[in-house]
Protein backbone atom coordinates (compact mmCIF):
# COMPACT_ATOMS: atom_id res chain seq x y z
CA UNK A 1 0.00 0.00 0.00
CA UNK A 2 1.32 3.27 -0.99
CA UNK A 3 2.32 6.30 1.53
CA UNK A 4 -0.53 8.25 0.13
CA UNK A 5 -3.12 5.44 0.41
CA UNK A 6 -1.87 5.11 3.99
CA UNK A 7 -2.71 9.20 4.95
CA UNK A 8 -5.77 9.11 3.51
CA UNK A 9 -7.66 6.30 5.39
CA UNK A 10 -5.62 7.80 8.31
CA UNK A 11 -7.49 11.06 7.60
CA UNK A 12 -10.59 9.08 6.98
CA UNK A 13 -10.30 7.15 10.20
CA UNK A 14 -9.25 10.69 12.10
CA UNK A 15 -11.99 12.74 10.44
CA UNK A 16 -14.48 9.53 11.74
CA UNK A 17 -13.57 10.13 15.12
CA UNK A 18 -13.99 13.75 15.15
CA UNK A 19 -17.31 12.90 13.91
CA UNK A 20 -18.44 10.64 16.44
CA UNK A 21 -16.99 12.08 19.82
CA UNK A 22 -16.15 15.66 19.08
CA UNK A 23 -20.30 16.68 19.96
CA UNK A 24 -19.08 14.31 23.55
CA UNK A 25 -15.75 16.90 24.04
CA UNK A 26 -17.59 19.58 23.55
CA UNK A 27 -20.36 18.31 25.93
CA UNK A 28 -17.86 17.65 28.63
CA UNK A 29 -15.71 20.62 28.20
CA UNK A 30 -18.96 23.39 28.27
CA UNK A 31 -19.74 21.67 31.89
CA UNK A 32 -16.71 23.50 32.96
CA UNK A 33 -17.98 27.10 31.64
CA UNK A 34 -18.24 29.73 34.51
CA UNK A 35 -21.09 30.98 32.28
CA UNK A 36 -24.91 30.63 32.19
CA UNK A 37 -24.40 30.77 28.84
CA UNK A 38 -23.55 27.20 27.31
CA UNK A 39 -22.47 28.77 23.94
CA UNK A 40 -20.04 31.66 25.86
CA UNK A 41 -17.04 30.42 27.41
CA UNK A 42 -16.89 32.26 30.56
CA UNK A 43 -13.86 30.81 32.42
CA UNK A 44 -12.75 27.33 33.85
CA UNK A 45 -15.24 26.35 36.65
CA UNK A 46 -16.86 23.79 38.66
CA UNK A 47 -19.52 25.25 40.10
CA UNK A 48 -22.13 23.19 38.12
CA UNK A 49 -21.04 20.13 39.64
CA UNK A 50 -20.98 21.52 42.93
CA UNK A 51 -24.83 23.09 42.21
CA UNK A 52 -25.76 19.57 41.24
CA UNK A 53 -25.81 18.85 44.89
CA UNK A 54 -28.58 21.46 45.36
CA UNK A 55 -30.59 20.00 42.69
CA UNK A 56 -32.97 17.10 44.23
CA UNK A 57 -34.87 16.80 40.58
CA UNK A 58 -32.16 15.62 39.03
CA UNK A 59 -30.18 13.57 42.03
CA UNK A 60 -33.75 11.62 42.93
CA UNK A 61 -33.82 10.87 38.98
CA UNK A 62 -29.81 9.16 38.90
CA UNK A 63 -30.65 7.07 42.32
CA UNK A 64 -33.91 5.90 40.65
CA UNK A 65 -31.68 5.30 36.85
CA UNK A 66 -28.82 3.47 39.07
CA UNK A 67 -31.23 1.59 41.10
CA UNK A 68 -33.44 0.21 37.97
CA UNK A 69 -29.88 -0.59 36.64
CA UNK A 70 -28.49 -2.44 39.03
CA UNK A 71 -31.79 -4.46 39.63
CA UNK A 72 -32.51 -4.95 35.98
CA UNK A 73 -29.03 -6.09 34.99
CA UNK A 74 -29.10 -8.87 37.55
CA UNK A 75 -32.07 -9.81 36.74
CA UNK A 76 -31.43 -10.45 32.80
CA UNK A 77 -28.22 -11.64 33.67
CA UNK A 78 -29.22 -14.44 35.40
CA UNK A 79 -32.54 -15.35 32.86
CA UNK A 80 -29.69 -14.51 29.91
CA UNK A 81 -27.60 -17.55 31.38
CA UNK A 82 -31.11 -19.85 31.92
CA UNK A 83 -31.82 -18.83 28.31
CA UNK A 84 -28.30 -19.86 27.14
CA UNK A 85 -27.96 -22.83 29.31
CA UNK A 86 -31.25 -24.13 27.05
CA UNK A 87 -30.06 -23.14 24.00
CA UNK A 88 -26.73 -24.77 24.41
CA UNK A 89 -27.30 -27.76 26.46
CA UNK A 90 -30.86 -28.99 26.04
CA UNK A 91 -30.15 -29.75 22.38
CA UNK A 92 -32.95 -29.36 19.54
CA UNK A 93 -35.76 -29.41 21.82
CA UNK A 94 -38.85 -29.07 19.86
CA UNK A 95 -39.78 -25.31 20.28
CA UNK A 96 -36.24 -24.54 20.27
CA UNK A 97 -36.60 -22.41 17.14
CA UNK A 98 -39.59 -20.05 18.59
CA UNK A 99 -37.54 -19.85 22.10
CA UNK A 100 -35.02 -18.73 20.42
CA UNK A 101 -36.47 -16.38 18.34
CA UNK A 102 -38.73 -14.59 21.37
CA UNK A 103 -35.45 -14.85 23.02
CA UNK A 104 -33.52 -12.57 20.41
CA UNK A 105 -36.79 -10.52 19.00
CA UNK A 106 -35.61 -7.16 21.10
CA UNK A 107 -32.87 -6.96 18.81
CA UNK A 108 -34.62 -6.18 16.04
CA UNK A 109 -37.65 -5.08 17.04
CA UNK A 110 -37.81 -1.02 17.55
CA UNK A 111 -37.57 0.34 20.70
CA UNK A 112 -41.18 2.37 20.23
CA UNK A 113 -42.86 -1.11 19.32
CA UNK A 114 -41.52 -2.43 22.52
CA UNK A 115 -42.16 0.26 24.52
CA UNK A 116 -45.76 0.16 23.16
CA UNK A 117 -46.08 -3.20 23.45
CA UNK A 118 -45.38 -3.41 27.22
CA UNK A 119 -47.14 -0.02 28.10
CA UNK A 120 -49.98 -2.05 26.34
CA UNK A 121 -49.28 -5.46 28.52
CA UNK A 122 -49.59 -2.87 31.73
CA UNK A 123 -52.72 -1.38 31.07
CA UNK A 124 -54.11 -4.68 29.90
CA UNK A 125 -53.14 -6.69 33.09
CA UNK A 126 -53.89 -2.84 35.68
CA UNK A 127 -50.56 -3.22 36.72
CA UNK A 128 -49.87 0.90 37.69
CA UNK A 129 -46.69 2.19 35.88
CA UNK A 130 -43.67 2.77 38.47
CA UNK A 131 -40.20 1.66 39.36
CA UNK A 132 -41.34 -2.36 39.21
CA UNK A 133 -42.64 -1.82 35.30
CA UNK A 134 -39.45 0.28 34.47
CA UNK A 135 -36.99 -2.74 35.19
CA UNK A 136 -39.08 -4.92 33.82
CA UNK A 137 -39.23 -3.10 30.95
CA UNK A 138 -35.39 -2.59 31.50
CA UNK A 139 -35.34 -6.68 31.78
CA UNK A 140 -37.08 -7.55 28.22
CA UNK A 141 -35.07 -4.93 26.46
CA UNK A 142 -31.91 -6.07 27.59
CA UNK A 143 -32.17 -9.68 28.34
CA UNK A 144 -31.28 -10.81 24.82
CA UNK A 145 -28.07 -8.50 24.53
CA UNK A 146 -26.89 -11.29 27.85
CA UNK A 147 -28.07 -14.36 26.28
CA UNK A 148 -26.24 -13.86 23.25
CA UNK A 149 -22.80 -13.02 25.06
CA UNK A 150 -23.47 -16.13 27.33
CA UNK A 151 -24.22 -18.35 24.59
CA UNK A 152 -21.19 -17.37 23.24
CA UNK A 153 -18.90 -17.89 26.06
CA UNK A 154 -20.77 -21.65 26.39
CA UNK A 155 -20.49 -22.53 23.36
CA UNK A 156 -16.27 -21.86 23.98
CA UNK A 157 -16.69 -24.34 27.00
CA UNK A 158 -15.28 -27.61 26.67
CA UNK A 159 -18.44 -30.05 27.36
CA UNK A 160 -16.15 -32.95 27.79
CA UNK A 161 -14.55 -31.34 31.56
CA UNK A 162 -18.11 -31.23 32.81
CA UNK A 163 -18.68 -35.19 31.06
CA UNK A 164 -15.92 -36.12 33.15
CA UNK A 165 -17.35 -34.29 36.42
CA UNK A 166 -20.03 -36.77 35.89
CA UNK A 167 -17.79 -39.68 35.58
CA UNK A 168 -16.87 -38.66 38.93
CA UNK A 169 -20.27 -38.78 40.24
CA UNK A 170 -20.88 -35.20 40.05
CA UNK A 171 -24.67 -34.14 38.99
CA UNK A 172 -25.23 -32.01 35.97
CA UNK A 173 -26.14 -29.60 37.72
CA UNK A 174 -22.98 -29.99 39.71
CA UNK A 175 -20.87 -30.25 36.85
CA UNK A 176 -22.14 -27.33 35.32
CA UNK A 177 -21.92 -25.14 38.25
CA UNK A 178 -18.22 -26.67 39.58
CA UNK A 179 -17.13 -27.00 35.81
CA UNK A 180 -18.63 -24.49 33.29
CA UNK A 181 -19.54 -21.54 35.46
CA UNK A 182 -16.40 -20.59 36.41
CA UNK A 183 -15.03 -20.78 32.61
CA UNK A 184 -17.78 -17.89 31.97
CA UNK A 185 -17.63 -15.51 34.93
CA UNK A 186 -15.69 -12.88 32.84
CA UNK A 187 -18.57 -13.54 30.41
CA UNK A 188 -21.48 -12.78 33.22
CA UNK A 189 -19.63 -10.02 34.30
CA UNK A 190 -19.70 -8.62 30.90
CA UNK A 191 -23.56 -9.57 30.62
CA UNK A 192 -24.53 -7.49 33.82
CA UNK A 193 -22.00 -4.79 32.39
CA UNK A 194 -23.85 -3.87 29.23
CA UNK A 195 -27.49 -4.57 30.64
CA UNK A 196 -26.47 -2.15 33.29
CA UNK A 197 -25.15 0.56 30.62
CA UNK A 198 -28.40 0.08 28.22
CA UNK A 199 -30.63 0.13 31.30
CA UNK A 200 -29.01 3.33 32.58
CA UNK A 201 -28.66 5.00 28.92
CA UNK A 202 -32.23 4.10 28.15
CA UNK A 203 -34.70 6.88 27.45
CA UNK A 204 -37.51 5.01 24.67
CA UNK A 205 -38.51 2.08 27.02
CA UNK A 206 -38.38 4.01 30.41
CA UNK A 207 -40.46 6.75 28.50
CA UNK A 208 -43.60 3.70 28.15
CA UNK A 209 -42.73 1.47 31.25
CA UNK A 210 -42.50 4.02 33.71
CA UNK A 211 -44.80 6.74 35.56
CA UNK A 212 -44.89 9.61 37.37
CA UNK A 213 -42.79 8.47 41.05
CA UNK A 214 -40.02 6.93 38.68
CA UNK A 215 -38.51 9.32 36.46
CA UNK A 216 -35.18 8.09 35.12
CA UNK A 217 -32.17 10.42 34.66
CA UNK A 218 -32.18 10.46 30.86
CA UNK A 219 -36.05 11.23 31.19
CA UNK A 220 -35.41 14.06 33.28
CA UNK A 221 -32.44 15.50 31.44
CA UNK A 222 -34.70 15.16 28.01
CA UNK A 223 -37.29 17.06 29.70
CA UNK A 224 -35.39 19.76 30.54
CA UNK A 225 -33.36 20.23 27.67
CA UNK A 226 -36.48 20.83 25.16
CA UNK A 227 -36.83 24.27 27.62
CA UNK A 228 -33.24 25.02 27.17
CA UNK A 229 -29.70 23.98 27.99
CA UNK A 230 -28.88 24.26 31.29
CA UNK A 231 -25.21 23.83 32.40
CA UNK A 232 -26.63 21.99 34.99
CA UNK A 233 -27.13 19.42 32.58
CA UNK A 234 -24.17 19.53 30.72
CA UNK A 235 -22.65 18.35 34.17
CA UNK A 236 -24.92 15.86 35.06
CA UNK A 237 -24.61 14.08 31.37
CA UNK A 238 -20.74 14.24 31.35
CA UNK A 239 -21.08 12.11 34.95
CA UNK A 240 -23.78 10.00 33.04
CA UNK A 241 -21.15 9.47 30.14
CA UNK A 242 -17.94 9.36 32.53
CA UNK A 243 -19.93 6.10 34.68
CA UNK A 244 -20.97 4.24 31.00
CA UNK A 245 -17.30 4.98 29.92
CA UNK A 246 -16.56 3.33 33.42
CA UNK A 247 -18.66 0.24 33.09
CA UNK A 248 -17.79 -0.48 29.25
CA UNK A 249 -13.72 0.08 30.38
CA UNK A 250 -14.47 -2.53 33.03
CA UNK A 251 -16.15 -5.09 31.06
CA UNK A 252 -13.44 -4.92 28.17
CA UNK A 253 -10.58 -5.25 31.32
CA UNK A 254 -12.43 -8.52 32.53
CA UNK A 255 -13.34 -9.83 29.03
CA UNK A 256 -9.31 -9.43 28.46
CA UNK A 257 -8.46 -10.91 31.84
CA UNK A 258 -10.57 -13.97 31.18
CA UNK A 259 -9.04 -14.66 27.60
CA UNK A 260 -5.75 -14.46 28.71
CA UNK A 261 -6.82 -16.75 31.37
CA UNK A 262 -8.49 -19.14 28.92
CA UNK A 263 -4.98 -18.89 26.96
Known sequence: MTRSANVARLATLALGFVFLYAP????????????????????????????????????????????????SGAIATFLGLLAAVALARFGGFRSRMLFF????????????????ALLSCFVALGVGRGFMTLVIGHVTLTMCFTTVALLAALRGCDPTLEEAAMDLGATPAQAF????????????????????????????IASFATGPG???LPMRIYSQVRLGVSPQINAISTLLLGAVALALGVSALVMQAGRRRGL
Do not use: C
Open 101 to 116: GAVHAPLVLPEVVLGL
Open 177 to 204: VLVALPQILPALASAFLLAFTLSLDDLV
Open 214 to 216: ATT
Open 24 to 71: IVILAAMSFNASRLVSVWGGFSTKWYAALLDNDLLIESAKISFSAALL
